[in-house]
């Protein structure tokens, strides 16, 4: 089982809609879960988060145990976040198709329009973020980016005020992704006025959210969820 390694003892008390279709591939629908707080939350800090799977070889990724929990545990946290399916180096519009359909539907979901955090994991960092940001026009808050590299282009944003901050963290024992492959963006980027910070897991594997339990994988989580409530 690849489960999340932290958890909230209130995560199952969140209220899930499952299964809603965003788009259709090929004939085929597209879902997504959303995840929504139980508890009265603060306007500061009430957003939509938006996970990005990477590749996996099967299918409905957003079932799997990790991605559920981590849905559960940012709604236990006070935001409303969604899981989706998409297709990774094939769907070349399933993130951006995800993002206006939330944007367009928000009311009726009961969702952020003006405030969606975008929060990437490995394969779903590159070629994820960038679908959203292609997209943006001012409503991403922040932008997560676990164990994978950033594309550059998302630096080509060009209202400081409008940019949104960016949280990289990486596992030194990573056998995927270097850690110091978002290096280069990360100077162009603070070079330019981008707010970036960057966390290296010192023992950390590729998914050391899922394998690696533990003290430091705890503390980059809870100051994930910290950085998502900053804004």
Known sequence: MIDLVYKHFDMNSV?????????????????????????????????????????????????????????????????????????????????????????????????????????????????????????NTGFITEIVAYYGKIDNSILTETEIEKRPKILIAMGMLDDTFDINCNDELILQGKSNGWNIEKLVHSYGEHGFDAFNEGEESNEIILRTIKFLSEN
Do not use: C
């Open 15 to 135: 209220k899930i809609k499952k299964d809603i279709i965003y788009s259709y591939a090929e004939k085929k629908p597209l879902e997504m879960d959303i995840f929504y707080p139980t508890k009265n939350i603060s306007k500061e800090i009430k957003k939509t988060v938006v996970l990005v799977h990477g590749s996996a070889p099967i299918q409905n990724i957003k079932n799997i145990e990790i991605f559920q929990s981590w849905g559960k545990l940012l709604a236990t946290s006070g935001f409303t976040s969604i899981v989706f399916d998409w297709r990774p180096n094939i769907g070349s519009s399933d993130v951006s198709d995800l993002i206006k359909y939330i944007r367009v539907n928000a009311n009726e979901l009961e969702l952020s329009a003006d405030k969606i955090a975008i929060f990437g994991f490995s394969a779903g960092v590159e070629e994820g973020i960038s679908q959203a940001v292609d997209v």
